[in-house]
């Protein structure tokens, strides 16, 4: 079992950088597939971005392309979502989530894959 918490998530203003936390607990978490993904009020969850340690690969959603940025603290066994250039429209919970599998093929955005997910964090973007 895993447990994930994410952290880190405030009301900031447009144009505003802030990093969001997601702490793992229970096992490691050093060769999982980690997402981060985002709700908005009324709309589907949708995914963000993700990485992938046994390939080396990042995938990012168009609309956060260039502006997030996912890492992680094998040490800390954390996964971090660094967002800059904030907008309104990223104003979600944001959710972190492992896939538990051993995909080679990059990393996946599809819900379903993902076994594991946090309680979510609020950012929220002021105009």
């Known amino acids: 079992q895993v447990q994930l918490v994410e952290s880190g998530g405030r009301l900031v203003q447009a144009g505003a950088s802030l990093r969001l936390s997601c702490a793992a607990s229970?096992?490691?978490?050093?060769?999982?597939?980690m997402a981060w993904f985002r709700q908005a009020p009324g709309k589907d969850r949708t995914f963000v971005g993700g990485?992938?340690?046994?390939?080396?690969?990042?995938s990012y959603a168009n609309a956060v392309k260039g502006r997030f940025t996912i890492s992680r603290d094998n040490a800390k066994n954390t996964v971090y979502l660094q967002m800059s250039d904030l907008k309104p429209e990223d104003t979600a919970l944001y959710y972190c989530?492992?896939?538990?599998?051993?995909?080679?093929?990059?990393?996946?955005?599809?819900?379903?894959?993902?076994?594991?997910w946090g309680q979510g964090t609020q950012v929220t973007v002021s105009s």
């Open positions: 989530a492992l896939d538990d599998s051993r995909y080679m093929g990059g990393v996946r955005s599809t819900i379903g894959y993902y076994l594991y």
């Open positions: 990485i992938n340690p046994n390939t080396g690969s990042e």
């Open positions: 229970g096992r490691g978490i050093s060769s999982n597939i």
